[in-house]
């Protein structure tokens, strides 16, 4: 049961431009959605994360909106850069804040 | 900045074999983690241990996994005999307890089976 989705497995987006990645999750009972930057051969690095009470966390270039009754994220980059080019997890946490629940990602490619 | 390391970063076996990946979290952390992904799919929960035990595991972690924190410092997931389908890359994960907070992943440890 794929309790979060990434649909778009892959995004390619002109340097300068927005990046926007996407994430749909079906448990209502998950409480804080956190975004992953993984480059390969390499572990995910946290990158930004939400509470449930917000619908938005911006941290730079990066912004992550929340829309709860849709029981929607999406992680905005502006401008992208090339080195934001990496697979993007989504994940989730429930109540207890102990477990995790990780999308299939986003690979995203930023053109220079 | 404290961070989570995993050896070995490459693990070669024979199908069969017992492999012991290790992993050593950052120290103030209570929650320890074992997540994998094979190549091309999604990060898989494996396991979740806490206060010296299992507090939650996923279906694919049967009882050819277990997991272990046999000192202060180390947390290891053993494989006790290596199949096909068992390549991948495996992460251990860690984190302070409860509450908000993200997991610390280290940089994974590649398991090839011949």
């Known amino acids: 049961d794929q309790q979060v989705k990434q649909n778009s497995p892959s995004l390619s987006v002109q340097e300068g431009r927005i990046s926007i990645l996407n994430c749909d999750y079906t448990?209502?009972?998950?409480?804080?959605f956190l975004w992953y930057k993984k480059y390969p051969a390499e572990g995910p690095t946290f990158l930004i994360s939400?509470?449930?009470?917000?619908d938005k966390n911006e941290d730079g270039r990066f912004t992550v909106f929340l829309n709860k009754s849709a029981k929607h994220l999406s992680l905005h980059i502006v401008p992208s850069q090339p080195g934001d080019s990496a697979v993007y997890f989504c994940?989730?946490?429930?109540?207890?804040?102990?477990?995790?629940?990780f999308g299939t990602g986003t690979s995203l490619t930023v053109i220079p | 900045e404290p961070e989570v390391t995993q050896t070995p970063s490459h693990q070669v076996t024979q199908m069969g074999q017992e492999v012991i990946l290790r992993c050593v979290p950052i120290?103030?952390?209570?929650?320890f983690y074992w997540y994998r992904q094979i190549l091309g799919q999604k990060v898989e929960f494996l396991v979740s241990?806490?206060?010296?035990?299992?507090?939650?595991k996923s279906e694919i972690f049967d009882d050819q996994f277990s997991v272990e924190r046999p000192d202060g410092s180390n947390f290891t997931l053993k494989i006790r005999s290596t199949k096909l389908e068992d390549p991948a890359m495996y992460f251990c994960?860690?984190?302070?307890?409860?509450?908000?907070?993200?997991?610390?992943f280290g940089e994974g440890s590649r398991l090839t089976v011949l």
């Open positions: 120290s103030n952390h209570l929650y």
């Open positions: 241990f806490y206060n010296n035990e299992i507090s939650e």
């Open positions: 939400i509470s449930s009470i917000k």
């Open positions: 994940a989730a946490s429930d109540l207890t804040g102990n477990q995790f629940y």
């Open positions: 994960a860690s984190k302070t307890l409860g509450g908000t907070g993200e997991l610390f």
């Open positions: 448990n209502s009972m998950f409480d804080y």
